[in-house]
């Protein structure tokens, strides 16, 4: 199956630093996606990006889809920026049953 | 707005036990998940389902099932929990096709002594 890596593991920023976190797909996959899991647990959808560059705020995605990677920016970091980062890709199978990668673990300190 | 909700929050339950966790959504979707996440792992399926009454295995289905007797519901069963189902347990749910989000629950975090 498709293996997902995703880097750095763990990230630690002041309050207003930016940075890149960076996924690798081992396949082609479809429906790329970022998630934000919260310090409580609750994950939330932040792109489906399978192909080329979204912004949303401080945040933004770029999916290089031929060389099989994805990166997320995060601009001028906040606290409440912290968590863990999931990207997730499909299989191309006829379910949207989603393959994750491991995380990266931001903690931004004030 | 999409709801997902779950049946608990924190779970402890003992060797042997049979466990029921159970997750609801309110948006009419035909597709439902259920994850099990532990540290340096990511998430990992469980089983899924597209629609009532039908599931298929996911990536690490041993030592569950699952129920689908209505859309809105999608029922995690452990048959005889044991210490190394201790995870935490997160639901989704979408719509079908390809472009479709996944709205995840809250999670349950499962303590099995």
């Known amino acids: 199956g498709i293996q997902v890596e995703q880097s750095p593991p763990d990230l630690i920023l002041q309050e207003g630093a930016n940075s890149t976190l960076r996924c690798n797909f081992s396949?082609?996959?479809?429906?790329l996606q970022w998630f934000h899991q919260n310090p409580w647990g609750q994950l939330i959808n932040l792109f489906y990006i399978p192909s080329g560059t979204k912004q949303n705020g401080r945040l933004s995605a770029t999916t290089v889809a031929t060389e099989r990677y994805s990166l997320l920016y995060i601009s001028s970091s906040q606290t409440t920026d912290s968590g863990v980062y999931f990207c997730a890709g499909a299989d191309g199978g006829a379910t949207n049953k989603l393959i994750f990668g491991t995380g990266t673990l931001l903690a931004v300190q004030p | 707005d999409v709801k997902v909700t779950q049946s608990s929050r924190y779970l402890v339950k003992r060797t042997g036990e049979k466990v029921f966790l159970e997750c609801v959504q309110d948006?009419?979707?035909?597709?439902m998940f259920w994850y099990r996440q532990d540290p340096g792992l990511g998430l990992r399926l469980i089983y899924f389902s597209y629609d009532v009454k039908m599931k298929e295995k996911g990536d690490i289905p041993e030592g569950y099932s699952v129920s689908r007797e209505k859309k809105e519901r999608f029922s995690l069963i452990l048959e005889s929990a044991s210490t190394n189902q201790t995870s935490m347990y997160l639901c989704a749910s979408s719509l079908p096709g390809m472009r479709e989000t996944q709205y995840f629950g809250p999670g349950t975090r499962l303590l099995v002594l």
């Open positions: 948006m009419d979707h035909e597709n």
């Open positions: 396949d082609s996959v479809n429906n």
